[in-house]
């Protein structure tokens, strides 16, 4: 069974620039999420779609961070523009049903804002 | 806000050895989590722990859940290089459908 894929793994952009994440999750899995993971810290939750809705964003800082999940399968993340405290890994996970049941995440995708 | 503080941040310790990492908060969790991180990749589940007192065994890991379900601890015994890894205890609130993870241990065997 295919894992979760994220692209692209690398990606150094400047300050105020955009850029955008794209996670494809395990196939038949409902929930998927986000999240920010800081060098040295956990990750922490960004957003949580249960298939194409909305479950959780109240950490998505929405002046600059953008997500959706378009038809219930694909999501992409998108900041803009771009600060220096962006830099982090960005983590994409799935799981079955819901929050109750097992996360696999993704391998990440390294941003370093310049 | 739900912390999850972990310790030690750092350790290194020599093939063979025992370690035990910690993982605390002063809020009550309805299940807790263990999570290993290798560089590159994602977090990988290691273990759930719901009741509180539980004790939980993967082969050398021993898993603990708190009595008070606030805090948890990872015993290593005799570890290997393959040990080694970022590991992450992460958990739910009461009524909280958001995972929130600690601040992670990172662990290094030294062969």
């Known amino acids: 069974e295919a894992g979760v894929a994220q692209s692209p793994r690398y990606k150094i952009i400047e300050k105020r620039q955009s850029v955008a994440f794209w996670c494809n999750p395990i196939s038949g899995h409902a929930t998927l999420y986000w999240y920010q993971q800081i060098l040295g810290q956990g990750p922490k939750l960004l957003i949580q779609f249960q298939n194409n809705g909305v479950v959780d964003d109240s950490q998505l800082p929405k002046d600059r961070f953008s997500a959706e999940r378009l038809k219930g399968v694909d999501s992409t993340l998108k900041i803009q523009p771009a600060k220096l405290e962006d830099s982090a890994v960005y983590l994409c996970?799935?799981?079955?049903?819901?929050?109750?049941?097992?996360?696999?995440f993704g391998p990440g995708t390294r941003l370093t804002v310049l | 806000t739900q912390l999850l503080e972990q310790s030690p941040q750092f350790l290194s310790i020599q093939e063979g050895e025992n370690l035990t990492v910690y993982c605390n908060s002063s809020?009550?969790?309805?299940?807790l989590q263990w999570y290993r991180q290798e560089p590159g990749e994602g977090p990988v589940l290691l273990v759930t722990v719901v009741t509180g007192g539980e004790v939980k065994k993967l082969k050398r890991l021993t898993f603990q859940f708190g009595d008070a379900r606030k805090d948890s601890s990872l015993h290593i015994t005799a570890a290997q290089p393959g040990d080694t890894g970022l590991y992450l205890c992460a958990g739910w609130g009461f009524g909280n459908e958001k995972l929130t993870f600690g601040t992670g241990t990172r662990l290094t065997i030294i062969p």
């Open positions: 809020s009550v969790f309805s299940s």
């Open positions: 996970a799935s799981s079955f049903r819901n929050w109750a049941d097992t996360q696999y």
